[in-house]
């Protein structure tokens, strides 16, 4: 394994696996307050959500920010654009401010948060310009990331005053784009990116949860892709569930409104499964649930997020926060 140092400096290739058990750290289960309770997600504005809906998002987790702070996105802006620049001339010194092929912009969503306790979430855009125009109309978005804290007060309770905690970051766009960027904010804030891989427990968690949310009648399927272990040649399975009868199922198997257990989560796997024997003869058990999609948002083992319903963002990304936490703890 890479040491850190290594993995920082290479970070699209990483491919780190969470500690010990998922989202388990006080809270004990997964999206649950310490009261064992779901906790009520803000809804987040729609126009704020619209960029990122219907996108395959690249999911790390980073750890807390030293010395950045919110009120010099504009400056942070400059100094990416110069670095950028200068990684794209191997090396070459650029001066901060030159207008540049490549448009940085740095801005903050504050509506993409969970509690007045967590830090406004950071948006990252890479926009090409034309070097024969330079209007805005003229400029392509080519590359966004973001970084958020969603109800992620056991990560910033006991942080020192001069660290910013934003746990969760997404990328979307060429990862050399990232590597980029994930190299500049590390060397500036002295942090550290890590590619998380998300578990099947951590997928059985999202596709209870996701589950049990109400959706629109003519929503698709619910579906869960499995990968068959030692075979010669890839094969996986996908099982599909009509929404209305995933919801149906949940609320027989959720035994307290508002309130979700491992056992119950284990439950709604396993009936899942002995349906899918009883008419197939194949035991889900034996093989790996790599992906998770619903009408709210999918995800697949290798952290690839898309996110589908605005109004549910906010709870999507509570998940990802805890995530991401456990593994930097």
Not at 56 to 77: D, E, G, I, R
Not at 131 to 159: I, P, R, T
Not at 196 to 212: D, F, G, Q, V
Request: glycine share 4%; proline share 4%.
């Amino acid at each position: 394994m890479e040491s850190v140092d290594g993995a920082t400096r290479s970070l699209p290739s990483i491919r780190r696996l969470s500690r010990g058990l998922p989202f388990g750290r006080a809270r004990g289960r997964f999206g649950l307050s310490p009261s064992g309770r779901l906790l009520l997600p803000r809804n987040a504005d729609s126009q704020t959500t619209a960029f990122l809906l219907r996108k395959h998002w690249a999911l790390y987790s980073v750890t807390p920010l030293y010395k950045f702070s919110s009120a010099h996105l504009k400056a942070y802006a400059k100094l990416l654009s110069a670095f950028i620049a200068a990684e794209k001339q191997k090396g070459l010194a650029v001066e901060v401010g030159v207008e540049l092929d490549i448009k940085v912009a740095v801005t903050s969503l504050p509506d993409l948060k969970g509690s007045d306790q967590d830090e406004d979430a950071i948006l990252v855009q890479l926009s090409l310009r034309s070097q024969a125009y330079q209007k805005k109309s003229e400029e392509k978005l080519v590359w966004s990331g973001w970084f958020c804290s969603v109800y992620g007060d056991d990560l910033s309770k006991n942080m020192p005053e001069d660290f910013t905690c934003l746990p969760v970051f997404l990328a979307n766009g060429a990862e050399s784009y990232t590597s980029i960027v994930g190299s500049w904010f590390q060397k500036t804030f002295d942090c550290c990116f890590h590619r998380l891989a998300i578990s099947p427990l951590s997928l059985s968690w999202m596709a209870a949860m996701w589950t049990r949310c109400k959706v629109d009648k003519t929503a698709s399927a619910m579906e869960l892709v499995f990968s068959v272990p030692h075979l010669p040649q890839p094969l996986d399975i996908l099982y599909a569930i009509h929404p209305e009868d995933a919801k149906a199922l949940w609320d027989t198997v959720q035994k307290t409104p508002g309130e979700i257990t491992q056992e119950e989560v284990n439950v709604f796997m396993d009936c899942l499964y002995s349906h899918f024997h009883r008419h197939f003869k194949i035991h889900l058990s034996s093989t790996k649930l790599v992906k998770v999609s619903t009408a709210i948002a999918s995800a697949h083992c290798d952290g690839i997020i898309k996110f589908l319903q605005s109004q549910y963002v906010i709870e999507v990304l509570m998940l990802l926060t805890e995530l991401a936490i456990s593994q930097i703890e």
